[in-house]
């Protein structure tokens, strides 16, 4: 930028310059380009200073002189620029069109204008040292200047000043910020004050790697000062996984324009910083690479939130590990590797034995800290090369893989079976469960993965329906188990089409008149190939596809209508209990409100029906249920709890929740003759659900002594085959017409 006006640097191209440009002026060709200064240094300077001669030369330099000092003079006119000829004390001795214009002074009588009193006043001192050194300088000063017009106007402008030769005048040009000198120190500003407050760092290094210069927003990203990042290599923020990545960016380098790429570095404070940065070369005029630019961007947040929702994708929520997301892909991954080599995988399925009964009696928070404990358990019987996932519930899966003995799986496997069998500390308390595991082997035991997890989740099923605490292999057997139980199952959907089932009732007496005024409808499945089933040979199936839900609403509705013919054959108040299981219970909402009105249109009072619910109901998901209750309390439905003992609920945990009987299990009823702690137990829950305001119903009583203790505690009601077997509708009401035959007590 200063060497456009040095003398040294222009020389006598300058001279050249101005003669072919002077040559120039008869046409238009002449327009001053601030990319091509070729005026402002021959006007600076003036004309040309004639050397020393001797006496023989002096004519002809003289005539060269007053030539050159012509065709300046004509030049100065043309200018673009302004043009001042001033006195020592700033009189205007000469200015050109544009300088007259500029300042509103006529060109004819510029002598009667000072042009300090063009100056601002608060530019005064900087124009006045400014005027005293270009009175002297052959080399030319600059000045920046707000000068001001006859017209009142106020301008910026850029003076270049130099001395005339005579010492006693200064040549002045006078040049707009607009100028390009102006313009080019503006654009110079500008670019630092766009480097300064940019959002991303600025990163420059030389041929060596080492940094040469950083903006603010680069060093605030790394935590560093400016000062403490200069001169300082660039693998010095970085750590060896950095150093790594920015190893095989340059290795993957292709020519072109500069990709965002990712590198890691670490900050002052030891935190990893993720950038993304695009790199341009900075090259000499032959190419030669002299160092490199970056543009630095922060993404350490936006990785952060990435990974995180990568992670909460692929993981459980409450162990951290793998979900079946990532597990299925996985186990993808292993069996493809297991297809390309001599080795084989082991497919586990571990089910906690016992898991919901702990839920149940501890409660969900302490339930979640056996599954945590569980998954920490199992992780430390695995090598680090497998995989352990949670499936859901109390299910996890490991994948084995690169195994060559089968004795491997089976040491592991014991080993689970032995940790997860140990007591789990919860705050004061212990629980306790087991394990049950599946095993399934590929390729051995299945072509794919879905035949893979079928059959690990089959074996898993059979190690659990053998009592538990071991492990089963996948064999040709369970697979036999497993055809017949699909057969079941789709022989189901055809059951409810065909009016295969059937519904028996068993009288539920009252203990102290010895009357029938209730009974329970038992489901039974008459198959055309295998006779009469008992719900325990179907109903699981029936809830795990779905068709409980079809089935329970048929049930429902048949009882009703046999529910309206009892109350007018054999009393009006008669009612019938429905047995609902989980899944029928969280499942068919929407057909409550049908039912309704179903009662409502066959005109049968809705306490004529109790739904009987398992303990275990009440405490999955207990808002959603007492929701539920609400709801059959307000259609006036009756509520019963049916097994009661059974799981790890109290009767003060009742009182939460809208039940109308409860429904002591036959586990309890069959011991009393012999268990004193047991009938004590009955006579407890007896007198406290008679304090809650609830009837009490005892099922299995098979003895007349059973009957007659369950008389002395108070028992409301009984059913068992002391009294009569389930039977079915037309046998079941002219028994009840004729009347049971009273017991002694």
Known sequence: ??????????GGSAQARARRADRALPGSAFAYDPGEPAALPILARGAPQSPPTDSSGVTIERLRHEEDLARAGDLYLLAPVGYCLLAFDTTVLKVNLVGATMLGVARANPGLHHFRAFVVPAFLPDFDGFFARALNSHTGETCRVRLRTQ??????VTLHGSADGSGQACRLIVERAEGRL??????????????????????EIDAAAHTTFVNPRMAHILGYSIEDMLARPLISFMDDEGIAMLEHCIAEHTPGLPAPREYRFIGKDGRVVWTSMSTSPILDADGARLGALALVTDITEQKQSTELIWHQANHDTLTGLPNRHMFM??????????????????????????????NDRLGHARGDLVLVEASRRIANCVRSSDTLARQGGDEFTVILSGLDHIGSVERIAHAMIAALALPFELGGEKAFV?????????????????????????AMYAARNAGGHQFSYFTPGLQHAAQARQSIADDLRAAIALRQFEIVYQPIVSLQTGAVHKAEALLRWRHPTRGLLEPAEFIPFAESNGLIVEIGDWVFREVAQQVQRWQHSIDPSFQVSVNKSPVQFRRDADLYLSWLDYLNELGLPAHS??????????????????????QFRAMGLQVALD??????????????????YVKIDHS????LENDVGDLALCEAIIVMAHKLGLKVVAEGVETKVQRALLVDAGCDFAQGYVFARPMPAEEFEAMAVAGIPRLPH
């Open 1 to 10: 930028m200063d060497n456009d006006h040095d003398p040294a640097a222009q």
């Open 151 to 156: 017209n009142d106007g106020r301008v910026d």
């Open 182 to 203: 102006a313009a080019l120190e503006r654009s110079e500003e500008r670019l630092r004050r766009i480097v300064h407050s940019a959002g991303e760092g600025i990163w």
């Open 329 to 358: 892909d996985r186990l993808r991954h292993e069996t493809r590797k297991a297809d390309r080599g001599a080795d084989f995988l082991a497919l586990l399925f571990v089910d906690l034995d016992h898991f919901k009964e702990v």
């Open 434 to 458: 087991s394990a049950s595991i599946g095993i399934a082997l590929y390729p051995p035991d299945a072509r794919d993965i879905d035949q893979l997890v079928e059959r690990a989740d089959r």
């Open 609 to 630: 029906i109790v739904i009987e619910i398992t303990e275990g109901v009440l405490f999955e998901g207990a808002t959603q249920v007492i929701e539920r209750l609400r």
């Open 643 to 660: 097994d009661f003992g059974t799981g790890y609920s109290s009767l003060s945990h009742l009182k939460r929740f809208d039940i109308d």
């Open 668 to 671: 309890f009823v069959a011991t």
